[in-house]
């Protein structure tokens, strides 16, 4: 399975902190993207890393990209307690396959 | 304005009832997908569709069928619904067909089968 797996699962910081997830992957990519859900909400897109890059930043978003260890980490800078939700990264071959989402992980983020 | 948006928004219904969700994106886009979220927050693609086409049919059982009446819309209609149906159904969009690039998720219907 191509299926992308977050970790930590779960992430608790206090405000201010920096947080990083990070998110493991099986088979070759075309690219992989970040998304953001909040509680009862969709899911929104955060940022999109081809598989010829290795680092892309976003305002306090830093994602890079490591495809010789097939895995991938996201860096929230200055985190706020609006960044609280789940994080779900999200893999794509080359193709009409499907984006592959991982498990999530829960960042809260204590004021 | 509301990119992808669904209804119902909540839906709760008997086992063995047929219902039907309903979702329109008027971001312009070719391809849109029905994507399923159990209780464990873990997301999984069902259909995508391209230009009303279908593209990808994930194993989804046959009680599921998707419909898309032009390429703005497109609906998820669930015969002999079971408990095991019971989650949450993401409509999304994006441009491309083969979605290399961001999809567009509708706030998502929340169906309990009781």
């Known amino acids: 399975s191509q299926q992308g797996e977050e970790d930590p699962q779960a992430l608790s910081i206090q405000e201010g902190e920096n947080a990083t997830m990070n998110c493991s992957y099986k088979?070759?990519?075309?690219?992989l993207q970040w998304y953001r859900q909040n509680s009862g909400r969709g899911l929104v897109h955060l940022i999109l890393i081809r598989s010829n890059e290795r680092e892309k930043h976003s305002g306090r978003l830093r994602v890079t990209l490591d495809t010789s260890k097939k895995s991938s980490s996201l860096l929230i800078t200055a985190s706020r307690a609006a960044d609280t939700a789940s994080y779900f990264c999200a893999t794509k071959n080359s193709g009409n396959t499907p984006l592959v989402f991982g498990k999530g992980t829960r960042l809260s983020v204590i004021a | 304005d509301t990119a992808v948006s669904q209804t119902p928004k909540y839906l709760v219904t008997q086992m063995g009832n047929d219902k039907s969700i309903k979702c329109e994106q008027n971001l312009g886009h070719d391809t849109m997908y029905w994507y399923k979220q159990d209780s464990k927050k873990f997301l999984k693609i069902m259909f995508s569709y391209n230009n009303k086409e279908l593209i990808i049919n994930e194993t989804v059982p046959n009680r599921f069928s998707p419909k898309s009446p032009d390429k703005a819309h497109l609906n998820l209609h669930i015969n002999s619904l079971e408990l095991g149906d019971s989650a949450v159904y993401f409509c999304?969009?994006?441009?491309?067909?083969?979605?290399?690039?961001?999809?567009?998720f509708g706030p998502g219907t929340r169906l309990l089968v009781l």
């Open positions: 999304a969009s994006s441009q491309d067909l083969a979605g290399q690039e961001t999809q567009y």
């Open positions: 088979t070759s990519i075309n690219n």
